[in-house]
């Protein structure tokens, strides 16, 4: 199997994301792990594009709104639910397609530009600790999904283009809480992921916390 090239944090789809340390510790143990298995790591920085965010919000509040639901049940929905369906109502057909547009052109940026030199993108799976339940359903439907874009700004791509990832708890915090890192591929190359995830598994053994593991 080539040589793996995964890349650092990869591309987020929220601008000014910031990223939380255990996050950045998963993530840079994991680099160490790959290069002390053999691999090589190239770290690059592709600028987010708010284009994306603006198009994720559409298609997603028409899929919301798309559902059909019973007059009298529409108020048993969350309001962040609510929100979206309101907002997905209000978006042009235009608007939709060209939503979708960007989203194909996002995944054949990455088929043809990126893995064109690189077979694994690394990134941390989420850009802070696991959250609280309940932590993204406030009074404000519009914070809430600033919030959550904030929380997870590089999962969305895979949602996007439909690349193949998968996330690995390589790392536990002070809190004994897993940090996870996540590796995408290109189409249809997932026996690259699942192999490279399987090294990787059988080198940290069980990631607890415990004496003299990190």
């Known amino acids: 199997m080539p040589a793996p090239h995964p890349r650092s944090r990869g591309r987020t789809v929220v601008p000014d994301a910031v990223v939380h340390p255990d996050c950045e510790a998963a993530y840079r143990k994991t680099v160490q792990l790959l290069e002390g298995a053999g691999h090589q790591v190239d770290e690059l920085e592709i600028p987010p594009d708010p284009d994306v965010v603006e198009a994720f919000q559409r ?67 989420l850009a802070r600790p696991p959250a609280l339940t309940g932590e993204f359903y406030g009074k404000d439907p519009a914070a809430d999904f600033d919030a959550m874009a904030a929380f997870m700004p590089y999962t969305p791509l895979y949602n996007i283009t439909g690349l193949p990832a998968v996330s690995l708890p390589l790392h536990w915090n002070t809190d004994g809480l897993p940090i996870g890192v996540m590796l995408g591929a290109r189409y249809g190359d997932e026996a690259t992921l699942l192999s490279l995830a399987a090294q990787l598994e059988t080198i940290v053994g069980d990631p607890r916390p415990r004496p003299g593991l990190w």
């Open 59 to 125: 298609v997603w509040a028409v899929a919301a709104a798309g559902r059909q639901v019973d007059e009298e049940d529409e108020p048993l929905l969350t309001p962040f639910t609510r929100h979206l369906r309101e907002k997905g109502r209000q978006v042009t057909g235009l608007e939709f397609a060209a939503g979708l547009a960007t989203f194909r052109g996002l995944g054949q940026l990455f088929a043809d530009v990126f893995f064109a030199s690189y077979d694994v993108v690394l990134t941390p799976t």
